[in-house]
C-alpha cells in the first residue's frame, strides 16, 4: 500500500513543482519588463552636503518620474525632479530637505516593470561647516520679468543652501552653494530648472553680484544685502523708495519670522495678478494679488487681499493659494500701514504682533 501511495504522489508532486517555478514573483506579472537598477551614486563629502543622486539602469525606463522613486531612511529628505541624461539609461535626482546625514534607503517601482537590484542603500551628506559667512544673510533685487518689475529675493541657509523666491510668477528654487571665504562662491543647480543655471557670484560689501545670470536675460545681476548673518537687518533700507501706490502694486515687503528663531525670513510682494489663461490667479477676485513668499520651508503663495489707503489698513488676506493652485492652511490677519509707508505691521501674524519693512 506505502508503495502504491508513494507512486501515485510522486508525479503529483513533480507537477506542483513545475507550476510553481514557473509562477512570477509576489507582486509582479509574467509579462512585466525586467530592468536591473544597476548602482544608485550620490554627490557630496563631509564639507559639502548631498543634494544629486544618480540612478543607473540596465535600460531606460519610459515615464519613470520622482513619484516612482521612494526614498527612506533619513528624516526630512525630499525630492526634486527627476531628471534622464541626454544618452544612456541614466538618471538624477536631486534631494535636499534633511538636516543630518545617513542612510538613504533608494527603491524604485515602476508599474509594468519589474526593477531588480531595488532597493539600494547610499549614504548621504549633511554639512554645516561650509558657508558660516553667509547662513541666514538676505539679499534682495529687482529682475527683468515684467519690464524690470520682478522681484527676487536671495536667502542663504545652513548645509550650503540658498532659497530664491521669485514675486513674478510666484515660484522658489532651492540651490546648493559653495562660498570660498574669498567673496566669490558658484550656484549649483539641483533641481535642474535652468539651462543654462546661474554660475559664479561675488560678494562686495552690501552687494552680492551674480557674474552669468543663467536663463533670464540681463546678467550679470546685483542684489543687495537686506539683513546680515547675525540677523542684523540692514538699517537704512538700501533701494530708492518711491511713493506708495493707493493699492500697494510693486510694492516689496520682507522681515524675519518667527520660525527657526527668527532666522527665516518673509517676502510680501503686491502685484497685478497673472489672467493668462489655466491660470489660478484669473479666477481670484479684484485685479491684484500679494504674493507671501517663506524661506523657512521654501514655500509660496497667492492671496486676494483688501486694502484701504485713505486709512492705510487691510482688513485681511484671503483665498491664498499655493502655486498648484490648492488652498493655504494659514492666513497672516490684518494689517496697517504706517503714516510714512515704510512698514507694515500684522496684528496677529502666528498668534504674535509682526513688522515687516518696505524694500520697493
Known amino acids: 500500500m506505502k508503495k502504491i501511495l508513494h507512486g501515485a504522489l510522486l508525479p503529483l508532486i513533480l507537477i506542483s513543482f513545475v507550476f510553481f517555478a514557473g509562477c512570477p514573483a509576489a507582486g509582479t506579472d509574467s509579462s512585466d519588463v525586467k530592468v536591473t537598477l544597476s548602482k544608485v551614486e550620490q554627490n ?9 543622486l544618480t540612478l543607473t539602469f540596465s535600460e531606460a525606463i519610459p515615464g519613470l518620474t520622482a513619484d516612482d522613486i521612494n526614498l ?22 536631486p534631494v535636499s530637505g534633511f538636516t543630518t546625514g545617513g542612510q538613504l534607503t533608494v527603491t524604485a517601482a515602476k508599474a509594468g516593470f519589474e526593477i531588480i537590484g531595488s532597493p539600494k ?8 561647516v561650509a558657508n558660516d559667512e553667509l547662513v541666514n544673510s538676505v539679499w534682495m533685487g529687482t529682475t527683468p520679468q515684467n519690464n524690470g518689475k520682478g522681484w527676487l529675493t536671495i536667502t542663504f541657509r545652513s548645509g550650503g543652501r540658498a532659497i530664491w523666491a521669485f514675486n513674478t510668477d510666484n515660484t522658489t528654487n532651492e540651490w546648493v552653494y559653495t562660498f570660498d571665504n574669498n567673496d566669490s ?21 552690501d552687494t552680492l553680484t551674480i557674474t552669468n545670470y543663467g536663463n533670464h536675460t540681463g546678467g550679470p ?9 547675525d540677523l542684523t537687518v540692514t538699517d537704512p533700507v ?15 515687503w520682507g522681515g524675519s519670522t518667527p520660525a527657526s528663531s527668527n532666522t527665516s525670513w518673509l517676502t510680501i ?30 514655500t509660496t503663495a497667492v492671496w486676494e487681499y483688501s486694502y484701504t489707503s485713505a486709512d492705510k489698513t487691510g482688513t485681511a488676506f484671503t483665498n491664498g493659494r499655493k502655486p498648484d493652485g490648492s488652498a493655504t492652511s494659514w492666513n497672516p490677519g490684518a494689517y496697517t500701514i504706517s503714516e510714512d509707508g515704510l512698514t507694515m505691521t500684522f496684528t496677529s501674524f502666528m498668534g504674535q504682533e509682526r513688522s515687516f519693512k518696505r524694500y520697493r
Open 269 to 298: 510682494s503686491f502685484r497685478a495678478k497673472r489672467t493668462a489663461e489655466g491660470l489660478y490667479e484669473a479666477e481670484m477676485a479684484g485685479d491684484n494679488v500679494a504674493v507671501l513668499s517663506y524661506a523657512h520651508d521654501n
Open 121 to 128: 542603500i547610499v549614504t548621504i551628506n549633511y554639512s554645516e
Open 72 to 93: 527612506s531612511g533619513v528624516e526630512g529628505v525630499t525630492k526634486g525632479a527627476l531628471r534622464k541624461a541626454d544618452t544612456g539609461p541614466v538618471y538624477t535626482l
Open 238 to 252: 538700501p533701494f530708492t523708495i518711491e511713493p506708495l501706490d493707493d493699492n500697494l502694486i510693486d510694492s516689496v
Open 185 to 205: 562662491g558658484t550656484v549649483i543647480n539641483p533641481a535642474g530648472g535652468w539651462t543654462p543655471a546661474p554660475n559664479g557670484f561675488t560678494v562686495s560689501g
Open 44 to 52: 557630496g563629502s563631509a564639507a559639502q552636503t548631498t543634494y544629486l
Open 221 to 229: 545681476r546685483t542684489f543687495k544685502q537686506v539683513r546680515q548673518a
